[in-house]
């Protein structure tokens, strides 16, 4: 039989719950680890039925060569943002002395006015072949990010068994020697 509570009076908590005896407190835990040990058990037993199959020498392969073309296109992209980020230096150069140049001095005739119009006419037209090629790389960062995740849900997980690891992996070196 649980302990009477205790008389009301003052309380000194601030939850406004009534104390816990220590029978309720002991039941509570052992039900509750008596749920911690059953929720324990059953998943074990569910994990090794769900164990993925090993992958075939296809599959394996498949996943190598995709991961071959994430390789190469990742490397065409870093070599795009490095000619990228050389053009953006080379633009803030120009600017820079473009700046410089009608600081120092100052169209006055229309033929100085004309020669600044067309200098910033040209800046305009590479800054906009400029914003042109950083969206095109920008939706290729995007097909490769798509590729990329493609390949990882598909080989993520892929379980190898060695003897088809090594024969796809000896298949591969033999085909690149070649």
Known sequence: ?????????????????RP???????RRLRAGLWALLCGALWPVADAAAAS????????????LDAQD???RRKASITQAVDELQALAQRMRAADEDL??????????????LASYNAAVDR???AARQFNA????????????????FKANEQCGAM???SDVKAEVDEARRARSRQ
Do not use: F
Request: aromatic letters at 2%; a positive charge.
């Open 1 to 17: 039989m649980p302990e009477p509570l205790p008389e009301p009076g003052p309380r000194t908590w601030t939850s406004g719950h």
């Open 20 to 26: 816990v005896s220590r029978h309720a407190r002991t």
């Open 52 to 63: 993925p199959p090993l992958a075939t020498r296809e599959e394996y392969a498949a996943c």
């Open 69 to 71: 073309a994430i390789d």
């Open 99 to 112: 700046s410089a140049q009608v600081k120092r001095h100052t169209p006055r005739t229309n033929a100085e």
């Open 123 to 125: 800046r305009n037209a």
């Open 133 to 148: 090629r950083n969206d095109a790389l920008q939706k290729a960062t995007e097909a490769l990010n798509e590729q990329v």
């Open 159 to 161: 379980v190898i068994a």
